[in-house]
């Protein structure tokens, strides 16, 4: 059971339950079915439902500003213009993909030479609690935007903000299985790397879990990014 506790009192904000053995195989099912259209789409389609995520950011600002307040302390001001920065990011990254992510003509011996950038499939990221929101889409928008998944497995004192923003995606269109929150303890992070469709994972946070995640990701020959304290 994860427990969102008010910084300011510590009264209990809200209860979660943990995802169950079979609950979260069915999520990982679930990513990998997604991923098998999601990589086939163009960049047309990912941009406008990237834009649509941005609008309900924008639309629902006060609720989502409240919830990070309301779970980790951030001054209002401060959250309101969290929620205004991660639409931002939303729209930069919707429109700008398409050019990061084009094929680069290299000079090579060969008659043709190019780097090519393609989807690898879900990208887990262990997300700490002071952006609960922001650390979140910088790397939401960038992935889905290149045709992977994401999963997110957050802090849990902001399971209500990983649950709100697993809302958003599905309020904006996104197809299922595309973005989802794992409402897992660190114990079941192991398997869920192991996974088949887990290909990269996205790490900040603290050393001691940089060092785990990473020798994990290595044991299981998986791209990792790791950003610690």
Known sequence: ???????FDQSLVEEFQELSASELKFKIDS??????????TSFVQRCDL?????????????????????????????????VDKCAAGCEFFARQAENFLADEIIQTESKKSLIAYQPIGAVLAIMPWNFPFWQVFRFAAPALMAGNVGLL????????????IEEIFRD???????????????????????????QG???????????????????????????LG
Request: hydrophobic share 45%; net charge positive; glycine share 8%.
């Open 201 to 227: 994972i996205a790490l900040t946070g603290s050393e001691r879990a940089g060092a785990e995640v990473g020798a994990i990701g290595g044991r299981n020959i998986k791209k990792t990014v790791l950003e």
């Open 172 to 198: 904006a269109g996104f197809p299922e299985g595309v973005f989802q929150s794992l409402l897992i303890d660190v114990d079941k992070v192991e398997n869920v790397i192991a996974s088949p469709i887990v």
């Open 1 to 7: 059971m994860f427990k969102s506790i008010h910084p």
């Open 31 to 40: 990513a990998a079915r997604a991923f098998l259209h999601w990589k086939k």
């Open 153 to 164: 497995k957050h802090a849990p004192n902001v399971t209500r903000c990983a649950l709100m």
């Open 50 to 82: 990237m834009m649509k995520v941005a609008g309900v950011l924008r639309l629902n600002k006060e609720k989502y500003a409240q919830a990070i307040t309301r779970e980790m302390g951030k001054i209002i001001s401060e959250a309101r213009t969290e």
